[in-house]
């Protein structure tokens, strides 16, 4: 999260509550993938919140660098493959499930390309304009950005369920909020509204409440996608 590392490191309590609370509202086990969501935002944000501590105080750069690089492994890796994952697992309608499927292959090709290109590079930090700038030439392609896009808000939004899809667009009204407004600080500050989305989550688990804000009218889709829907 952008601003400090106190507003880091609070954001990650508040989630680390909220993940603890809805972990335990959980009835159906095919919800759990979706319930730790919270749980993984405040990993992250506490990742985060050590970092400023140790960009601030000018600590040995190894700390500065494994920390930088496993807040960009959330970002790149773990959030491209998981999104789709998690919201799949929790989807009812095998229509939908052939769409996230698609996004899950998305971010997949995305993680991929992340982690060869952490490889070649890793990802370095500063501290600009009371926020956190990550440096990695992945973020200047904008495809990297579209791909992004289909694969950590898309899920979201085709779901059945109202408090997964109203995640999704907050998080998707995030990205370009934070994209036009905060360039150079674009990972982190994105970073803040998806946090706040997932705290949705709790009330997804507790009200199970169907209402899918697309219709979605596809018949015929390769099987690779998807199993057979069932009679």
């Not at 935002?41 to 601030?56: D, N, P």
């Not at 926020?131 to 392609?141: F, L, P």
Request: net charge positive.
């Amino acid at each position: 999260m952008c601003f400090s590392s106190e507003a880091s490191l609070i954001a990650g309590g508040v989630l680390l509550i909220t993940g603890v609370a809805t972990i335990k509202k959980v009835r159906c086990q095919r919800d759990i993938p979706i319930a730790l969501i919270p749980l993984l935002f405040a990993l992250q944000q506490f990742t985060e919140g050590f970092l400023w501590i140790a960009l601030e105080n000018g600590d040995i750069p190894q700390t500065q660098f494994w920390l930088t690089n496993i807040y960009g492994v959330f970002i790149g890796v773990i959030w491209p493959l998981y999104a789709s994952f998690a919201v799949y697992q929790g989807e009812p309608s095998v229509r939908r499930k052939r769409i996230i499927v698609f996004t899950g292959l998305v971010g997949l090709g995305l993680a991929t390309y992340t982690i060869l290109g952490l490889f070649k590079q890793p990802v370095v930090s500063e501290i600009i304009n009371y926020s956190i700038r990550y440096q990695h030439e992945i973020d200047s392609h904008r495809l990297v950005m579209v791909m992004y896009l289909l694969a950590t808000c898309i899920p979201f939004i085709i779901s059945s369920y109202r408090f997964l899809y109203t995640a999704g667009i907050v998080i998707t009204i995030g990205f370009f909020v934070a994209f036009f407004t905060y360039q150079e600080t674009f990972a982190s500050v994105w970073c803040f509204f998806a946090a706040i989305a997932s705290t949705l989550i709790y009330f997804y688990i507790t009200k199970h409440i169907k209402k899918p804000l697309i219709p979605v009218y596809i018949t015929k889709i390769p099987s690779v996608f998807s199993s057979p829907e069932k009679k």
